[in-house]
């Protein structure tokens, strides 16, 4: 792997990098490596999952307790429900 070396230059500092000749444009960048066949015949398509959007009544107490946690509320309630879902699918 190349080592980087990163540096901090304002938009002025770049320009003149620019004009110089110090800053390579994007259409010669290096090419990336050629990946061949077997990995392509290894690839799957997944389509993304789209959820579905309900509206739920909730007891104050529980709605409460997941929102007192902080940020992310929805997402924890998501994740019980899940767990739920799949310890009775077994």
């Known amino acids: 792997m190349t ?4 540096r901090r230059a304002s938009l002025a500092d770049l320009r003149k990098m620019k004009d110089s000749g110090d800053l390579a444009p994007s ?22 999952v789209r959820p579905t959007s309900v509206h ?6 529980v709605f409460d ?3 007192k946690q902080g940020k992310g509320h929805i997402t924890r309630m998501q994740d019980v429900l ?7 699918q077994r």
């Not at 080592?3 to 990163?6: D, G, L, Q």
């Not at 739920?56 to 107490?61: I, T, V």
């Open 27 to 48: 259409s010669i960048a290096p090419e990336g490596e050629d990946l061949g066949p077997e990995f392509w015949a290894a690839t799957q398509l997944h389509e993304p």
């Open 56 to 61: 739920l009544r909730l007891d104050p107490e």
């Open 82 to 88: 899940r767990a739920y879902v799949k310890s009775h």
């Open 65 to 67: 307790y997941f929102k």
């Open 3 to 6: 080592e980087h070396i990163i």
